[in-house]
């Protein structure tokens, strides 16, 4: 399929080192966070999510933190390998809005470097 | 079926025609999404379906678009006289519906107006 996010903002890394992916949203009502991985011809994957009533959650790799004081949302991948190459995206929902449908950002790819 | 399946996987039209494009959501999701996601953007929402309820049509971007969803299941997105910029990557997703929670996205459709 066609590759996506073509003029999206690039995090470069090297292999085994620790990413971190950043998010800001606008907000403040927004009680539902998520982060998905897109490779290039496939949908997004999902990777982790957190509610507003949590500050940090951990999955395999992967930790998400939230910051709701000032608005940020950000993914940490320890230990990147070749295969964590992708567009990252955040998403929200807000109880406000009445609309179930998560609100993506623009995205962030990311280059592991062999 | 085991995840979110659309068709086709690529569509390549004339500016002017009409398309359609379908999506069949994992069995026992009752609701389904569709989004549009544009070359090097997110994922733009275009409409949201829930059970029985009316569905949610505030992101479709013009009258041309037009979607249904026929016995809870399967979701055809309907594009009328296509135009150049409605080229994009089209995604289904669907879920549960238990509160707010992750979405299983299918692999798109490309489609491309020439």
């Known amino acids: 399929g066609e590759s996506v996010g073509l003029h999206l903002p690039t995090l470069s890394v090297q292999e085994g080192d620790n990413s971190i992916i950043n998010c800001a949203y606008s907000?403040?009502?927004?009680?539902?966070f998520i982060w998905y991985k897109q490779e290039s011809g496939k949908g997004p994957q999902f990777i982790i999510d957190?509610?507003?009533?949590?500050d940090k959650r951990q999955g395999q790799r992967v930790t998400v933190l939230l910051n709701k004081t000032v608005k940020h949302l950000s993914l940490q991948i320890a230990a990147t390998q070749p295969g964590d190459s992708a567009v990252y995206f955040c998403a929200e929902n807000s109880r406000d809005t009445g609309r179930r449908a998560l609100t993506f950002g623009s995205g962030t790819r990311l280059q592991v470097q062999p | 079926g085991a995840g979110v399946s659309q068709s086709p996987s690529n569509k390549v039209t004339e500016k002017g025609k009409d398309v359609e494009l379908r999506c069949d959501p994992i069995s026992g999701h009752t609701a389904l999404y569709w989004y549009r996601q544009s070359l090097g953007q997110g994922l733009e929402f275009l409409i949201y379906?829930?059970?029985?309820?009316?569905?949610?049509k505030s992101g479709l971007p013009s009258d041309r678009f037009s979607a249904e969803r026929t016995g809870g299941s399967v979701s055809t997105l309907t594009i009328q006289r296509t135009q150049q910029e409605d080229s994009a990557v089209y995604l289904c997703?669907?879920?549960?519906?238990?509160?707010?929670?992750?979405?299983?996205f299918g692999s798109g459709t490309q489609l491309s107006v020439l």
């Open positions: 907000n403040s009502a927004s009680d539902y």
């Open positions: 379906f829930q059970g029985n309820s009316a569905p949610d």
């Open positions: 957190i509610r507003s009533n949590m």
């Open positions: 997703a669907s879920s549960l519906a238990r509160g707010y929670e992750k979405l299983f």
